[in-house]
């Protein structure tokens, strides 16, 4: 298999040091083991900025998807209604796993490059009394719009509704106040911005509310309130743990405390995204988000023709040490470049380098 770099959103191009830590075995039974799950969950409060005596943290076997839909169906009762707003794949996922989990919802989507309205969000919750929850995928990676979690985290806590936030492609790369945007149940992955590998997720919740989910859950595997329970107790998971996953997550945090913190990591992600945007700008390859929406985590260009492959542009890129997105929209073509991950200017400038050989702006 070639060596090349991940421009992706999850999973990302990781450090050297990272992968070294899963080359050792560990028994999910042993003390040492038990103590790297209490200290992961401890340090994710940390980053999440809330008092441990009010918050928990939850790790979870699985991908992103997994993690969400212990959530979904662990969180939201059955005398619970939850809005669910989407505007891009990733939303509309959890639209359908309240679909297929027979749970009781309302989902309110706009256009995939456009904002929620506050003002239609307000009127839903003023006319439906029955919603208990609120929804919404903060960093939708369909596009990588930057989903306003200020203004929903204001409506919640007005209409006194439990928030659920889909921090998947966020947490760890943008600094979140979980405790004074008042989320309820913060969900995040292994091999986003921490910049692990995949194999589980996590969810930063609120204790009380946590708790008030006792006997909720649609699923024994992702019941989230049962795999509090037990791994509280001394960090033991409930089945199987991906033991060399943790490790290399728990090395993965450390090397982002390294780096001076989420605040650090958020500017050389953003400034990867301003590069990337600014000089495809100049060959013709616009962004489908404005800038002013736009996440630092991942960008998506619309085809600069209609005569452009994908096809032969993702090989040509490959063959030359990266590897990109195809897009995730329907309505026009697009393609994907992850910011994220062990990404620094010396390889943006290398991509754009690439990319306009290709073009044929430079000489190839």
Same mark, same amino acid.
């Given at each position: 298999?070639?060596?090349?770099?991940?421009?992706?959103?999850?999973?990302?191009?990781?450090?050297?040091?990272?992968?070294?830590?899963?080359?050792?075995?560990?028994?999910?039974?042993?003390?040492?083991?038990?103590?790297?799950?209490?200290?992961?969950?401890?340090?994710?409060?940390?980053?999440?900025?809330?008092?441990?005596?009010?918050?928990?943290?939850?790790?979870?076997?699985?991908?992103?998807?997994?993690?969400?839909?212990?959530?979904?169906?662990?969180?939201?009762?059955?005398?619970?209604?939850?809005?669910?707003?989407?505007?891009?794949?990733?939303?509309?996922?959890?639209?359908?796993?309240?679909?297929?989990?027979?749970?009781?919802?309302?989902?309110?989507?706009? /256009?995939?490059? %456009?904002?929620? +309205? $506050?003002?239609? =969000?307000?009127?839903?919750?003023?006319?439906? @009394? &029955?919603?208990?929850?609120?929804?919404?995928?903060?960093?939708?990676?369909?596009?990588?719009?930057?989903?306003?979690?200020?203004?929903?985290?204001?409506?919640?806590?007005?209409?006194?509704?439990?928030?659920?936030?889909?921090?998947?492609?966020?947490?760890?790369?943008?600094?979140?106040?979980?405790?004074?945007?008042?989320?309820?149940?913060?969900?995040?992955?292994?091999?986003?911005?921490?910049?692990?590998?995949?194999?589980?997720?996590?969810?930063?919740?609120?204790?009380?509310?946590?708790?008030?989910?006792?006997?909720?859950?649609?699923?024994?595997?992702?019941?989230?309130?049962?795999?509090?329970?037990?791994?509280?107790?001394?960090?033991?998971?409930?089945?199987?743990?991906?033991?060399?996953?943790?490790?290399?997550?728990?090395? /993965?945090?450390? %090397?982002?405390? +390294? $780096?001076?913190? =989420?605040?650090?990591?958020?500017?050389?992600? @953003? &400034?990867?995204?301003?590069?990337?945007?600014?000089?495809?700008?100049?060959?013709?390859?616009?962004?489908?988000?404005?800038?002013?929406?736009?996440?630092?985590?991942?960008?998506?260009?619309?085809?600069?023709?209609?005569?452009?492959?994908?096809?032969?542009?993702?090989?040509?890129?490959?063959?030359?040490?990266?590897?990109?997105?195809?897009?995730?929209?329907?309505?026009?073509?697009?393609?994907?470049?992850?910011?994220?991950?062990?990404?620094?200017?010396?390889?943006?400038?290398?991509?754009?380098?690439?990319?306009?050989?290709?073009?044929?702006?430079?000489?190839?």
């Amino acid at each position: 298999m070639n060596t090349y770099k991940l421009l992706t959103p999850g999973p990302l191009t990781t450090t050297k040091t990272v992968k070294e830590e899963m080359l050792l075995d560990r028994c999910t039974w042993d003390q040492d083991y038990k103590d790297i799950t209490q200290k992961i969950r401890t340090q994710l409060l940390e980053f999440a900025s809330v008092p441990q005596e009010a918050y928990t943290t939850v790790l979870m076997q699985g991908s992103g998807t997994f993690v969400v839909e212990s959530v979904m169906t662990t969180a939201i009762g059955e005398q619970d209604k939850v809005l669910i707003v989407t505007n891009g794949a990733y939303g509309e996922r959890i639209v359908k796993m309240a679909q297929t989990n027979g749970l009781n919802y309302v989902e309110y989507g706009v /256009a995939y490059n %456009e904002y929620p +309205e $506050e003002m239609d =969000i307000r009127r839903l919750l003023e006319e439906d @009394q &029955q919603i208990t929850h609120i929804a919404m995928v903060h960093c939708e990676t369909t596009t990588g719009i930057l989903n306003p979690i200020d203004m929903i985290s204001k409506l919640a806590k007005k209409f006194d509704k439990t928030l659920i936030v889909d921090a998947m492609s966020s947490f760890g790369g943008i600094d979140i106040d979980v405790a004074e945007l008042g989320i309820d149940y913060l969900i995040s992955s292994a091999n986003k911005c921490i910049q692990g590998v995949p194999g589980f997720g996590f969810v930063i919740t609120n204790l009380e509310k946590l708790k008030a989910c006792e006997g909720n859950a649609r699923s024994l595997s992702l019941d989230l309130y049962d795999q509090w329970k037990e791994m509280d107790k001394e960090g033991k998971w409930r089945y199987t743990s991906p033991t060399h996953v943790v490790a290399a997550f728990a090395k /993965a945090m450390e %090397e982002l405390v +390294e $780096e001076g913190g =989420i605040p650090a990591r958020f500017a050389r992600y @953003q &400034q990867n995204n301003y590069l990337l945007r600014e000089r495809l700008e100049k060959i013709g390859i616009q962004a489908y988000i404005p800038v002013e929406k736009q996440s630092p985590i991942i960008t998506t260009f619309l085809f600069p023709s209609e005569q452009f492959s994908f096809e032969q542009f993702y090989g040509y890129v490959k063959a030359r040490g990266y590897v990109i997105y195809p897009g995730k929209l329907t309505d026009v073509d697009t393609f994907r470049i992850g910011n994220i991950g062990e990404i620094y200017e010396d390889d943006i400038q290398e991509l754009c380098t690439i990319i306009e050989k290709y073009m044929k702006v430079v000489a190839a």
